[in-house]
Nanobody, 122 residues
Framework: QVQLVESGGGLVQTGGSLRLSCAAS????????MGWFRQTPGKQRDLVAV??????VYADSVKGRFTISRDNAKNTVYLQMNSLKPEDTADYYC?????????????????WGQGTRVTVSS
């Protein structure tokens, strides 16, 4: 059974930093794709960043502030979030697929974590 477990969310002030982690178990995604999405109440889940073996793609709203990385030995993906803004407040979800892609479509990802909440105070 595949599981994705996020951690690292919390409350931070504007301009602060957080690092989210997503540990996968049950199968390896080292040759596939892992990504981070975020969602606020009443809105759709939007792509934040995605990483595969040859590319990293970011939403325009986080370029230059967020960095996605992965440790294949640990089957873990990270999201380093710097210069956080109140509009970054959301529930952040990890997603994974064994395929190589850079899509931001929810339906293209096979596995999802339970989410971790990030709150940025002004």
């Amino acid at each position: 059974q595949v599981q994705l477990v996020e951690s690292g969310g919390g409350l931070v002030q504007t301009g602060g930093s957080l690092r989210l982690s997503c540990a996968a178990s049950g199968r390896t995604f080292s040759t596939g794709t892992m990504g981070w999405f975020r969602q606020t109440p009443g809105k759709q889940r939007d792509l934040v960043a995605v990483i595969n073996r040859s590319a990293r793609v970011y939403a325009d709203s986080v370029k230059g502030r967020f960095t996605i990385s992965r440790d294949n030995a640990k089957n873990t993906v990270y999201l380093q979030m710097n210069s956080l803004k109140p509009e970054d407040t959301a529930d952040y979800y990890c997603a994974a697929s064994p395929r190589v892609m850079v899509t931001g479509k929810e339906a293209d990802y096979d596995y999802w974590g339970q989410g971790t909440r990030v709150t940025v105070s002004s």
